[in-house]
Nanobody
């Protein structure tokens, strides 16, 4: 069992930055690949980024490539999402999730956090 708690969301102007954190409970955190997803009102949940258990491999949605960076600190049981050059279309609830293998589809993930709101004003 893995419990995930996101933090770091908020309101930011377009062009600004935010850093999301996802703290995990449990001693098996380092054995899970981690992902970030987001869901805007009226839209489906979409993949944002994923990172392998070791941190050696990362994957991004085309819409965030070059602007967002996913990283993890297994000693702190935490995964991060650094978001730069934010755009109004990045506005959504952001969720972190844990999976046994790196994936870009939500149904491959076993554990989810409660989400954190990111709002980007124009």
């Amino acid at each position: 069992q893995v419990q995930l708690v996101e933090s770091g969301g908020g309101l930011v102007q377009a062009g600004g930055s935010l850093r999301l954190s996802c703290a995990a409970s449990g001693r098996t955190f380092s054995s899970y690949a981690m992902g970030w997803f987001r869901q805007a009102p009226g839209k489906e949940r979409e993949f944002v980024a994923a990172i392998s258990w070791s941190g050696g491999s990362t994957y991004y949605a085309d819409s965030v490539k070059g602007r967002f960076t996913i990283s993890r600190d297994n000693a702190k049981n935490t995964v991060y999402l650094q978001m730069n050059s934010l755009k109004p279309e990045d506005t959504a609830v952001y969720y972190c999730a844990a999976s046994r293998g790196v994936a870009d589809t939500w149904d491959e993930y076993d554990y989810w956090g409660q989400g954190t709101q990111v709002t980007v004003s124009s």
